[in-house]
């Protein structure tokens, strides 16, 4: 009797495991609420309100003042971009954005989309909504959402999304067309910033999850680089069942394991062993100067974001040259490192001034920088995140471009996405890659849909 009671105990407590492990492979949706006070009992008006872009003139003449009254720092010899921003070719930014920049122009550019607003979980949830101007019969539209990172903004993706919404007009034989759904993350640009603490990457996903739900939406892929990598990841997470295909540009597994950490120490030798690719090696090795020397060089911000951004916010939301600097600099080292030796940080040879202070006046006449910094803080803060120990179900595409600032080979990105349908080499472009590189990118999010539209996934 005691020998049966002991095996039916111990049935059940694997039968409860077996249970509460197949339980645990989705992230828990769950609910909040971030605006201001307490919650109110009446249920959130989900009415999809118009939104267009709009600056007063007394909002330019003080950008202008500041501008005028803009003081500078004088630059080492030869330090070019090895110090952060050169004060030199920042003058030079700082002359276009006065007397040559147009705002209203851009605005005009920004509006060219149509965009909106509606309140989820407390806040204003601002959108780019892009339909495509003419299907062919009898095709339908695939719905993409794509998330930004920080220090972009829904702007990045001005010149994909016609290569997806209207690829033949573009000369790409592309055989799908997509419906673009281009969300701010709440507290970036013209989404409300949440009033509460601890709104991180799960947070986001699920209220971008309640956005394509609310807007008929069952079923939808996603892309995203950067924080819309992670946020993106935890929506696939949470609702893997409505997230057809995940398509990243940026991927951030830390490898675990004896194998992977003796593929750091030995990979270079016997990349065959660790399962490397010859790309792998010349990207990843030597591991001391290409990993960890350009993260002890370009990871600063993160730490100062990840655990006081306040302080430094509070000195760039009132200075829109310090503004400039601090967001301009990652648009020329993340986008190739060999830029630090440039004295204009090779800015223009990647993006014109125009599409660069488009990005940084969004910032600006939204007053978002702190709020989109406290995101590191809210995101990566505390003891692990639970999305931390899942896998990844959903297909998954990844596109590895050249000059990304943080590498990591498919055998390492598979121990978190466990269905990766395609990984490609992209030779060229960094880490803004819809911003710096569309065609690029646009290829690699077609070509990767085309293959989860015909079944090329694992099961």
Same mark, same amino acid.
């Given at each position: 009797?005691?020998?049966?009671?002991?095996?039916?105990?111990?049935?059940?407590?694997?039968?409860?495991?077996?249970?509460?492990?197949?339980?645990?492979?989705?992230?828990?949706?769950?609910?909040?609420?971030?605006?201001?006070?307490?919650?109110?009992?009446?249920?959130?008006?989900?009415?999809?309100?118009?939104?267009?872009?709009?600056?007063?003139?007394?909002?330019?003449?003080?950008?202008?003042?500041?501008?005028?009254?803009?003081?500078?720092?004088?630059?080492?010899?030869?330090?070019?971009?090895?110090?952060?921003?050169?004060?030199?070719?920042?003058?030079?930014?700082?002359?276009?954005?006065?007397?040559?920049?147009?705002?209203?122009?851009?605005?005009?550019?920004?509006?060219?989309?149509?965009?909106?607003?509606?309140?989820?979980?407390?806040?204003?949830?601002?959108?780019?909504?892009?339909?495509?101007?003419?299907?062919?019969?009898?095709?339908?539209?695939?719905?993409?959402?794509?998330?930004?990172?920080?220090?972009?903004?829904?702007?990045?993706?001005?010149?994909?999304?016609?290569?997806?919404?209207?690829?033949?007009?573009?000369?790409?034989?592309?055989?799908?067309?997509?419906?673009?759904?281009?969300?701010?993350?709440?507290?970036?640009?013209?989404?409300?910033?949440?009033?509460?603490?601890?709104?991180?990457?799960?947070?986001?996903?699920?209220? !971008?999850?309640?956005?394509?739900?609310?807007?008929?939406?069952?079923?939808?892929?996603?892309?995203?680089?950067?924080?819309?990598?992670?946020?993106?990841?935890?929506?696939?997470?949470?609702?893997?069942?409505?997230?057809?295909?995940?398509?990243?540009?940026?991927?951030?597994?830390?490898?675990?394991?004896?194998?992977?950490?003796?593929?750091?120490?030995?990979?270079?030798?016997?990349?065959?062993?660790?399962?490397?690719?010859?790309?792998?090696?010349?990207?990843?090795?030597?591991?001391?100067?290409?990993?960890?020397?350009?993260?002890?060089?370009?990871?600063?911000?993160?730490?100062?974001?990840?655990?006081?951004?306040?302080?430094?916010?509070? =000195?760039?939301?009132?200075?829109?040259?310090?503004?400039?600097?601090?967001?301009?600099?990652? !648009?020329?080292?993340?986008?190739?490192?060999? !830029?630090?030796?440039?004295?204009?940080?090779?800015?223009?040879?990647?993006?014109?001034?125009?599409?660069?202070?488009?990005?940084?006046?969004?910032?600006?006449?939204?007053?978002?920088?702190?709020?989109?910094?406290?995101?590191?803080?809210?995101?990566?803060? =505390?003891?692990?995140?639970?999305?931390?120990?899942?896998?990844?179900?959903?297909?998954?595409?990844?596109?590895?471009?050249?000059?990304?600032?943080?590498?990591?080979?498919?055998?390492?990105?598979?121990?978190?996405?466990?269905?990766?349908?395609?990984?490609?080499?992209?030779?060229?472009?960094?880490?803004?890659?819809?911003?710096?590189?569309?065609?690029?990118?646009?290829?690699?999010?077609?070509? !990767?849909?085309?293959?989860?539209?015909?079944?090329?996934?694992?099961?």
């Amino acid at each position: 009797m005691l020998l049966e009671i002991l095996l039916a105990v111990v049935l059940g407590a694997v039968i409860y495991l077996f249970l509460t492990k197949k339980k645990e492979e989705a992230l828990p949706v769950g609910d909040g609420w971030w605006g201001r006070g307490q919650k109110p009992d009446v249920e959130e008006d989900e009415t999809i309100h118009s939104f267009k872009v709009e600056t007063s003139e007394a909002d330019i003449n003080y950008l202008h003042r500041r501008l005028d009254e803009a003081r500078f720092s004088e630059p080492l010899e030869d330090s070019n971009f090895h110090y952060g921003f050169n004060s030199t070719y920042l003058k030079k930014i700082v002359s276009y954005w006065r007397n040559q920049f147009s705002w209203k122009k851009q605005v005009e550019i920004l509006n060219k989309f149509p965009q909106f607003k509606t309140k989820i979980e407390g806040i204003d949830v601002h959108f780019l909504h892009v339909k495509p101007s003419h299907l062919p019969e009898g095709q339908l539209a695939k719905p993409l959402l794509m998330v930004h990172g920080w220090p972009g903004s829904f702007y990045e993706f001005y010149r994909i999304i016609p290569l997806l919404t209207d690829p033949a007009s573009h000369c790409l034989k592309s055989g799908l067309i997509f419906e673009i759904i281009a969300p701010s993350i709440p507290g970036y640009g013209f989404s409300e910033a949440p009033h509460k603490k601890d709104f991180d990457s799960v947070c986001a996903a699920r209220v !971008f999850y309640k956005l394509m739900r609310r807007l008929g939406f069952h079923e939808f892929y996603i892309q995203g680089g950067d924080w819309g990598s992670l946020v993106g990841t935890n929506l696939a997470q949470m609702a893997p069942s409505h997230v057809k295909g995940l398509h990243l540009n940026f991927v951030t597994v830390a490898p675990t394991g004896c194998k992977p950490l003796l593929s750091i120490l030995l990979g270079q030798y016997f990349p065959r062993w660790f399962g490397f690719q010859p790309e792998d090696v010349k990207r990843l090795f030597p591991f001391v100067s290409k990993v960890l020397v350009n993260l002890w060089m370009e990871f600063g911000y993160f730490h100062i974001q990840a655990t006081k951004p306040d302080t430094v916010g509070c =000195g760039l939301n009132d200075s829109p040259v310090g503004l400039a600097a601090y967001i301009l600099e990652k !648009f020329s080292t993340w986008t190739d490192p060999s !830029f630090r030796d440039l004295e204009d940080g090779g800015l223009e040879k990647k993006y014109s001034l125009d599409d660069l202070l488009t990005n940084v006046m969004i910032y600006w006449v939204s007053g978002c920088i702190v709020p989109s910094m406290r995101f590191y803080k809210e995101t990566t803060g =505390g003891n692990r995140k639970k999305h931390e120990k899942l896998p990844v179900h959903v297909p998954t595409g990844i596109a590895s471009f050249l000059h990304e600032i943080l590498y990591i080979p498919r055998v390492w990105a598979q121990q978190k996405y466990i269905n990766i349908v395609s990984f490609n080499y992209v030779p060229r472009g960094g880490h803004f890659a819809a911003f710096e590189e569309p065609e690029l990118l646009a290829d690699d999010i077609v070509q !990767f849909v085309e293959k989860v539209e015909k079944g090329n996934v694992a099961k």
